[in-house]
């Protein structure tokens, strides 16, 4: 699975709050379980955290933990 790294245009805006990612501290992230798609750029992880909330991207994606559960860590 390879990917190009480029840099993203200056004007480049974030995915969730659509503010200039450069004007803060940009992420870069790809779907790479997706054939390694297109990147989606946020101004920050709290725009990242958002985004993965309010898409409910982490259903289905954890572990399930169990707080009596010995046999773990």
């Known amino acids: 699975m390879s990917t190009t790294v480029s840099t993203p245009e200056t004007d480049e ?14 992420i870069c992230v790809r779907d790479c379980d997706d054939d390694c798609g297109s990147p989606k750029y946020f101004c920050n992880y709290a725009c990242l955290s958002a985004y ?5 991207l982490t259903t289905g994606n954890a572990c399930e933990w169990t707080p009596d559960d010995t046999s773990c860590c």
Not at 13 to 26: G, L, N
Request: glycine share 0%.
């Open 52 to 56: 993965i909330d309010e898409n409910n």
């Open 13 to 26: 805006t974030c995915a969730y709050c659509e503010s200039r990612i450069f004007d803060h501290d940009p």
